[in-house]
């Protein structure tokens, strides 16, 4: 017997269970999201746009407006959105090679001009819906169907730095947080700050979430948390890294 | 907030890139997206001066993809929004275009064509007519004006927003940068004040209201799973294309009833077929003038009665047969021969159309 | 259907051929005439020779470009060389007098070539400033195609403001205009 679990209230009943992978980290972002919204009470105002890959099979997942876009196209969609309605809460929501490849410059200007929105972006080191090619945020040595012998550094460079680079271009007024899928409680607070951030009209808010892909890691349960949580952190240090009215470190 | 753009209405000397801006204006236009690109700079120029005043915005973007895609974003959240583009930029803003087509976004483009392909020059030319009228992967469900005139701009941009919000396909000024440049005299006027009716857009997304309460959710989709379900939609789309492209087609023919030999042009070059029209009629020639004012739908029907009639036309354009290709199609099945002038990326003159027709008659 | 007028403006970036078809342009536009001015803007605009394309008439214009033109003026080496294609038996050249061994080059199949010391003339009675204003007057003393107090008038509209400040400025203006009409009869 199982009872099912408590659902967020913004949460579309007719679209679960939800069409994600079995262990794959989009259903726990998008849940730590949903109870960000609801603690809000902003779901009339929302307006969600999903980007191509695993990301948009969260196309229907709430039931809050929403948009499927193109590959990395989801950022400058929702800054139209909202520079044409600043009253809707606008999130763009991405995987690793929406964001930081096809559709960085979109990501990189929109963060540079301080774009009222918020980007949540997945990590799971590898492009999850096309079968695990190499993604920027592919760790070093890690096998992808794209690097079949490693990701050699030499070749593709290190994995990318998004929320620190965001950081670095962004003025004072963004939030900018990486969280993982490991430690949910956090997670929901980056992203509810980060959403507060962006319905104060303080500036661009970007919170990367560290996720899972047991189908394309090949990996069982105990491997997969093993991965996200100690390989990946590796690369990717968890935490706050910048948010309105903190000093800029020396 | 100021008092509307325009009057009444009043002549002006303008250039053609100023007169898009005050189209957009007086067409009620909210919100401009853009990316710098010769020769539709001054598109954006005009507008950022003029907009503030109006309380309407304008955002430059990174490039045209984001141009392209921020305008379909202001348009989702129901403003009027639109975009300037040309050539490479054009090329680029493919890609939020067929989204446009494929989720009936009602966004407007500007386009003033340079030469091509790749950067080639930033003059002119009317190499874009293929890109504008079926660019993307998607099936051309798009309405394209091509203007000859500044007071086509004019009339056609306001006219432009009218049809994106009616019929909600991704509506196209298909202008040149001899339209963008050149500066002549043009008749702007406020829509309303000559009983045009400006359509009120209206939100996509983040309708007001509470979501299960007072409206529906919205989940606005561009992907589908299976091919039959694709089916459905580009077919049922087709349907109504074809239903309204009757209502939505514009030409403008003359002399055609005893002509021997017709004129077929577009745009900026139909200026140049109409003066050797009226050149050689005043010599005697029987020789008409055809042109479509909208490139997508194209006045097939119209144009194959014509070719029937006259059995010869002559295909001028400033591309290598990009439009002719339009003609050919259009009236398959007839009799006509088709003699061409294609200068592609240069213009067009009455007088070598004038010689072309005295050498071949 | 009557011809239009046809006039190509060409020199050096800063001589203001440009301005001289803008506002010749404009003069005829407000005296009810139609009027279509189109610059070249090549990636060449910048350092390059610069041409402006004029056509007044009494009806609507044709295509913006033209084959050949009634008034040819070139104002530099360069843009005598770049104008001879819009030149045939119709066409009246006018080059300046201070491009040095030009002679050779200039069009042998115009109907009248004119040569007139502009740039000289006004760097001496004027200032150098206003030779584009002297060439306006050579282009409408050629031609006739918008009365005098018509040009004036637009120049007025363009440069007023400067002229309320310093009125000696309409003087120099209006009086490099009228030289320049006398120059070019004088051509003749």
Same mark, same amino acid.
């Given at each position: 017997?199982?009872?099912?679990?408590?659902?967020?209230?913004?949460?579309?009943?007719?679209?679960?269970?939800?069409?994600?992978?079995?262990?794959?980290?989009?259903?726990?972002?998008?849940?730590?999201?949903?109870?960000?919204?609801?603690?809000?009470?902003?779901?009339?105002?929302?307006?969600?746009?999903?980007?191509?890959?695993?990301?948009?099979?969260?196309?229907?997942?709430?039931?809050?407006?929403?948009?499927?876009?193109?590959?990395?196209?989801?950022?400058?969609?929702?800054?139209?959105?909202?520079?044409?309605?600043?009253?809707?809460?606008?999130?763009?929501?991405?995987?690793?090679?929406?964001?930081?490849?096809?559709?960085?410059?979109?990501?990189?200007?929109?963060?540079?001009?301080?774009?009222?929105?918020?980007?949540?972006?997945?990590?799971?080191?590898?492009?999850?819906?096309?079968?695990?090619?190499?993604?920027?945020?592919?760790?070093?040595?890690?096998?992808?169907?794209?690097?079949?012998?490693?990701?050699?550094?030499?070749?593709?460079?290190?994995?990318?730095?998004?929320?620190?680079?965001?950081?670095?271009?962004?003025?004072?007024?963004?939030?900018?947080?990486?969280?993982?899928?490991?430690?949910?409680?956090?997670?929901?607070?980056?992203?509810?700050?980060?959403?507060?951030?962006?319905?104060?009209?303080?500036?661009?808010?970007?919170?990367?979430?560290?996720?899972?892909?047991?189908?394309?890691?090949?990996?069982?349960?105990?491997?997969?948390?093993?991965?996200?949580?100690?390989?990946?952190?590796?690369?990717?240090?968890?935490?706050?890294?910048?948010?309105?009215?903190?000093?800029?470190?020396? | 907030?100021?008092?509307?753009?325009?009057?009444?209405?009043?002549?002006?000397?303008?250039?053609?890139?100023?007169?898009?801006?005050?189209?957009?204006?007086?067409?009620?236009?909210?919100?401009?997206?853009?990316?710098?690109?010769?020769?539709?700079?001054?598109?954006?120029?005009?507008?950022?001066?003029?907009?503030?005043?109006?309380?309407?915005?304008?955002?430059?973007?990174?490039?045209?993809?984001?141009?392209?895609?921020?305008?379909?974003?202001?348009?989702?959240?129901?403003?009027?929004?639109?975009?300037?583009?040309?050539?490479?930029?054009?090329?680029?803003?493919?890609?939020?275009?067929?989204?446009?087509?494929?989720?009936?976004?009602?966004?407007?483009?500007?386009?003033?064509?340079?030469?091509?392909?790749?950067?080639?020059?930033?003059?002119?030319?009317?190499?874009?007519?293929?890109?504008?009228?079926?660019?993307?992967?998607?099936?051309?469900?798009?309405?394209?004006?091509?203007?000859?005139?500044?007071?086509?701009?004019?009339?056609?941009?306001?006219?432009?927003?009218?049809?994106?919000?009616?019929?909600?396909?991704?509506?196209?000024?298909?202008?040149?940068?001899?339209?963008?440049?050149?500066?002549?005299?043009?008749?702007?006027?406020?829509?309303?004040?000559?009983?045009?009716?400006?359509?009120?857009?209206?939100?996509?997304?983040?309708?007001?209201?509470?979501?299960?309460?007072?409206?529906?959710?919205?989940?606005?989709?561009?992907?589908?799973?299976?091919?039959?379900?694709?089916?459905?939609?580009?077919?049922?789309?087709?349907?109504?294309?074809?239903?309204?492209?009757?209502?939505?087609?514009?030409?403008?023919?003359?002399?055609?009833?005893?002509?021997?030999?017709?004129?077929?042009?577009?745009?900026?070059?139909?200026?140049?077929?109409?003066?050797?029209?009226?050149?050689?009629?005043?010599?005697?020639?029987?020789?008409?003038?055809?042109?479509?004012?909208?490139?997508?739908?194209?006045?097939?029907?119209?144009?194959?009665?014509?070719?029937?009639?006259?059995?010869?036309?002559?295909?001028?354009?400033?591309?290598?047969?990009?439009?002719?290709?339009?003609?050919?199609?259009?009236?398959?099945?007839?009799?006509?021969?088709?003699?061409?002038?294609?200068?592609?990326?240069?213009?067009?003159?009455?007088?070598?159309?004038?010689?072309?027709?005295?050498?071949?008659? | 259907?009557?011809? *239009?007028?046809? %006039?190509?403006?060409? =020199?050096?970036?800063?001589? $203001?051929?440009? @301005? /001289? !078809?803008?506002?010749?342009?404009?003069?005829?536009?407000?005296?009810?005439?139609? *009027?279509?001015? %189109?610059?070249?803007? =090549?990636?060449?605009?910048? $350092?390059?020779? @610069? /041409? !402006?394309?004029?056509?007044?008439?009494?009806?609507?214009?044709?295509?913006?470009?033209?084959?050949?033109?009634?008034?040819?003026?070139?104002?530099?080496?360069?843009?005598?060389?770049?104008?001879?294609?819009?030149?045939?038996?119709?066409?009246?050249?006018?080059?300046?007098?201070?491009?040095?061994?030009?002679?050779?080059?200039?069009?042998?199949?115009?109907?009248?070539?004119?040569?007139?010391?502009?740039?000289?003339?006004?760097?001496?009675?004027?200032?150098?400033?206003?030779?584009?204003?002297?060439?306006?007057?050579?282009?409408?003393?050629?031609?006739?195609?918008?009365?005098?107090?018509?040009?004036?008038?637009?120049?007025?509209?363009?440069?007023?403001?400067?002229?309320?400040?310093?009125?000696?400025?309409?003087?120099?203006?209006?009086?490099?205009?009228?030289?320049?009409?006398?120059?070019?009869?004088?051509?003749?």
């Amino acid at each position: 017997m199982s009872v099912a679990p408590r659902m967020p209230k913004c949460w579309r009943e007719e679209s679960k269970p939800h069409k994600f992978c079995p262990g794959c980290g989009h259903g726990l972002v998008l849940k730590a999201l949903g109870e960000a919204i609801d603690e809000l009470g902003i779901q009339d105002k929302v307006v969600f746009g999903a980007d191509i890959g695993c990301s948009l099979l969260a196309w229907d997942f709430f039931n809050c407006d929403t948009v499927q876009t193109h590959h990395g196209r989801t950022t400058p969609v929702v800054t139209g959105v909202k520079r044409a309605n600043p009253d809707l809460v606008c999130i763009a929501y991405m995987g690793d090679g929406g964001g930081y490849a096809i559709g960085s410059q979109h990501l990189f200007n929109a963060a540079a001009r301080n774009e009222r929105i918020l980007a949540v972006l997945v990590n799971n080191t590898q492009y999850g819906m096309t079968g695990g090619q190499m993604a920027p945020t592919t760790l070093p040595g890690q096998k992808t169907e794209t690097s079949p012998y490693g990701r050699d550094i030499e070749q593709a460079g290190y994995p990318t730095q998004g929320p620190e680079a965001v950081a670095a271009i962004t003025q004072d007024g963004a939030y900018v947080a990486r969280g993982t899928v490991a430690n949910l409680r956090q997670l929901k607070g980056f992203l509810k700050k980060a959403l507060e951030n962006q319905m104060a009209g303080n500036g661009f808010s970007f919170v990367e979430a560290l996720s899972t892909c047991p189908t394309n890691w090949r990996t069982n349960a105990a491997k997969t948390w093993e991965f996200v949580e100690k390989e990946m952190t590796k690369y990717f240090k968890v935490g706050e890294i910048k948010a309105p009215g903190q000093k800029k470190e020396a | 907030m100021a008092e509307k753009p325009i009057q009444g209405e009043r002549k002006a000397f303008l250039t053609g890139n100023e007169v898009v801006a005050y189209a957009a204006v007086a067409g009620e236009a909210d919100i401009m997206y853009g990316y710098p690109i010769t020769p539709q700079n001054e598109i954006m120029h005009y507008w950022t001066r003029m907009a503030p005043k109006y309380g309407k915005r304008f955002l430059q973007t990174e490039d045209e993809l984001s141009a392209g895609f921020t305008t379909l974003g202001g348009v989702l959240s129901g403003a009027k929004a639109f975009t300037a583009t040309a050539g490479p930029g054009n090329t680029l803003m493919q890609e939020p275009m067929s989204m446009a087509e494929m989720m009936r976004i009602p966004a407007v483009f500007v386009i003033q064509q340079r030469g091509g392909p790749s950067t080639a020059t930033v003059i002119y030319s009317q190499q874009e007519v293929t890109m504008t009228t079926y660019g993307g992967n998607g099936e051309g469900f798009r309405v394209v004006y091509s203007t000859a005139t500044h007071q086509d701009l004019f009339d056609y941009t306001i006219k432009a927003f009218n049809t994106a919000w009616k019929y909600r396909f991704p509506t196209f000024v298909l202008g040149d940068g001899y339209q963008a440049k050149m500066r002549e005299s043009v008749t702007i006027y406020d829509p309303q004040a000559r009983g045009i009716e400006l359509i009120k857009p209206t939100p996509y997304l983040g309708k007001p209201g509470s979501i299960g309460k007072d409206r529906e959710v919205t989940h606005m989709r561009n992907t589908y799973n299976t091919e039959e379900e694709l089916y459905e939609v580009v077919m049922s789309m087709a349907k109504e294309y074809d239903s309204v492209a009757p209502e939505i087609v514009e030409f403008d023919a003359r002399e055609v009833d005893d002509a021997e030999i017709v004129i077929v042009s577009h745009g900026v070059v139909s200026r140049a077929a109409l003066s050797a029209m009226l050149e050689l009629r005043g010599a005697g020639y029987k020789v008409g003038y055809f042109r479509p004012v909208t490139l997508r739908p194209f006045p097939g029907d119209q144009l194959r009665k014509v070719a029937d009639n006259a059995k010869r036309l002559l295909v001028v354009e400033s591309a290598l047969g990009q439009f002719n290709k339009l003609v050919q199609t259009n009236i398959y099945g007839s009799a006509a021969t088709i003699d061409t002038i294609f200068k592609p990326g240069v213009g067009v003159t009455s007088e070598e159309i004038v010689a072309k027709i005295k050498a071949t008659l | 259907m009557a011809k *239009a007028v046809k %006039i190509v403006l060409a =020199g050096e970036g800063g001589q $203001g051929v440009q @301005s /001289v !078809a803008e506002i010749l342009a404009e003069a005829a536009n407000t005296e009810g005439r139609e *009027a279509l001015y %189109i610059p070249n803007f =090549g990636v060449e605009q910048r $350092g390059g020779v @610069s /041409v !402006a394309y004029l056509q007044i008439s009494d009806e609507a214009i044709g295509s913006p470009k033209f084959q050949k033109g009634d008034i040819v003026v070139a104002l530099s080496e360069r843009a005598v060389l770049r104008t001879q294609r819009y030149v045939d038996g119709n066409t009246t050249f006018v080059y300046d007098t201070s491009i040095e061994g030009i002679e050779d080059q200039l069009p042998k199949n115009a109907g009248r070539v004119l040569a007139i010391p502009a740039i000289e003339v006004s760097k001496e009675e004027f200032h150098p400033r206003v030779f584009n204003i002297l060439i306006m007057g050579a282009v409408i003393g050629a031609t006739g195609v918008v009365p005098l107090d018509r040009v004036k008038a637009a120049i007025e509209e363009k440069l007023g403001y400067k002229f309320q400040e310093n009125p000696k400025l309409r003087e120099l203006n209006f009086g490099a205009l009228e030289r320049g009409i006398d120059l070019v009869q004088k051509a003749q």
